[in-house]
């Protein structure tokens, strides 16, 4: 299927490593030119050139408002608009009820729900008619499991919120929709569980009608197709690439 991505100007948040990197890959093999933003220089500097091609690399914390508005100013001056925005700067850590932290709390909720809403909301200005966000949310917005509350609840807070900005943005033809990921192959999956890691995969693939985890490039083609004019009628959905842990 052809997904008409050449040309378009993408923009992925977090692409410097994991489902990101996977996802600003495979739209720069589409043919689309992507702008990959993330905190770290140095990571950003090695994905932009595993990418190759027509990609950059601009360092930004989806976090600070200040940063992303100089994002957008160099990727307005260099590119003029915004065909494709994929909001994936994220994540998550484990603690049960009674062990949540302050810190945690703030770390998540900053970048996975005020993150989010910056980085569409700061790129408003360059997103017109025929343009597409992607959020990549999480499985865990109705299924968290045990010690993932806080995550689950920043990821079933946007999952909401999309309800009320597609019908704020009626008559735009901006579209925004969630691509929710199960648990990924990534090196942030493994961290989380700390030295619990492999009691802790084993359990994610145990629970899976599939019977393992998924690979950050599977997350990337359902990212690409709900980017692209492929998915032109499919508008405020959350899809899950979980195979269909989520839903036994
Ligand atoms: N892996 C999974 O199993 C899984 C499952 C479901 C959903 N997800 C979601 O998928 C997304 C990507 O996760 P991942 O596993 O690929 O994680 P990852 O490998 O840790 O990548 C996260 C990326 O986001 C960037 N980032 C983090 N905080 C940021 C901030 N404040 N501003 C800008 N960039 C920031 C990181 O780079 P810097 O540190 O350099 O900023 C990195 O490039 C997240 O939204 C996560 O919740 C992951």
Redesign the pocket.
Known sequence: MDLHLKRKIAVV?????????AIAKQLAAEGAVVVV????QD??DKAVAAIGGSTVGFA????QAASLKALYVQVRERFGRIDVLIA?????VHAPLGQITEDQMDQQF???VK?VVLTIQEALPLLGAGSSVVI?????SMDPGPTMSI?GGT?AAIRNMVRSWVAELKGSGIRINLL?????N????RTAFGEHAEEGLAFLRDKSPLGR?GE?EEIASAVAFLASDAASYINGVELFADGGASQT
Do not use: C, H, Q
Not at 37 to 40: D, G, N, Q, V
Not at 88 to 92: E, I, R, S, V
Not at 136 to 140: E, I, L, Q, R
């Open positions: 948040t977090g692409g410097g490593s994991g489902i990101g990197f933003t993330a905190r770290r990571a950003l930004a914390d989806v976090g994936n700067a994220g994540g998550g900053s970048t996975n993150g990549v949310g999480s499985s865990a995550y990821k929710s990921p199960g648990p990924t990534t090196e942030s999956l985890i950050p």
